[in-house]
């Protein structure tokens, strides 16, 4: 088995979509950042990639190349999808916790869970969606991201019947 962690943090910022976890939200102001700015997606991709010990996401889609300018962030996540299966790997469960003053993700996290459920070719209930407000750490102006995958040796490609 392999664990992987990510985190990741963007600043909100006017005129943008929000997207969490490749979901767009109602909301006033999006995540700033070279792609789209999706936190969320951000954070599985580092846990993804350094669950297998590959390049983190900023080393694989350098900010400095505008080739990933406005970039759909589901790209980054299918190539450490891609690269956690040629490492022979599944995915057991990912969990996550995102870290935001508004807007209130409550009301999203059917709409996040069912979508990464599908990104991810995973079911929903081995993805865990948690929020919390910014209790004295002053980032009110940004979204953070943390995230732990748990992977396992897959006997067989398609099959994610776990061996546990
Ligand atoms: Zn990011």
Redesign the pocket.
């Known amino acids: 088995m392999r664990m992987g962690y990510g985190w ?3 600043e909100f910022k006017r005129g943008v979509p929000l997207k969490i976890g490749g979901v767009t939200l109602d909301y006033p102001k999006g ?1 700033g ?1 070279h ?1 789209d ?3 969320l ?3 599985i991709t580092d846990a993804l990639l350094g669950a297998v010990a590959a390049p983190d ?1 900023g080393s694989l889609f350098p900010p400095t190349d505008p080739r990933w300018k406005g970039a759909n ?1 589901i790209v980054f996540l299918e190539e450490a999808l891609k690269r956690v299966n040629e490492a022979g790997y599944q995915i057991v469960n990912l969990d996550s916790t995102l870290i935001l003053s508004e807007p209130k993700i409550g009301p999203h996290t059917t709409a996040i869970r069912a979508r990464i459920s599908e990104l991810l070719g995973i079911p929903g209930d081995v993805i865990g969606i948690k929020a919390k407000t910014p209790e004295g750490i002053c980032t009110d102006h940004a979204a953070i991201a943390h995230v732990t995958v748990l992977l396992e040796k897959s006997a067989k490609r398609k099959s994610r019947k776990s061996s546990m």
Do not use: K
């Open positions: 990741d943090s963007h995540l950042g792609s700015g999706d936190v997606l951000h954070a996401i962030s």
